[in-house]
Nanobody, 122 residues
């Protein structure tokens, strides 16, 4: 009942920037929290950043000060602005939306995008 479509990934040099977008459709009113996860080869999926309906944001320690999560309610789109990118940021990035009111601590009725590849390399 919720569909997420990601875009904006690609190849960027270390120190560069990318902005990921996640277009949301379907039963948007059921969503109370959203976030970005990433998964690098050989590693488990990790939460990068999250935002709740009340605009509470959280970031992984590894991206604090470099990444910014935001949303545009008019366009029904969530963004992840990524600055000062490092090779360690290379991963598939996934958009996530959830019905829980305790995001990201709890998941209840969760939805995933297809993922978009981010590669940071010189």
């Amino acid at each position: 009942q919720v569909q997420l479509v990601e875009s904006g990934g690609g190849l960027v040099q270390p120190g560069g920037s990318l902005r990921l977008s996640c277009a949301v459709s379907g039963n948007i009113f059921s969503i109370n929290g959203m976030g970005w996860y990433r998964q690098a080869p050989g590693k488990e999926r990790e939460l990068v950043a999250s935002i709740t309906r009340r605009d509470t944001t959280n970031y992984a320690d590894s991206v604090k000060g470099r990444f910014t999560i935001s949303r545009d309610n008019v366009k029904n789109t969530m963004y992840l602005q990524m600055n000062s990118l490092k090779p360690e940021d290379t991963a598939v990035y996934y958009c996530n939306a959830d019905e829980t009111t305790s995001y990201p601590t709890l998941h209840l009725g969760t939805y995933w995008g297809q993922g978009t590849q981010v590669t940071v390399s010189s």
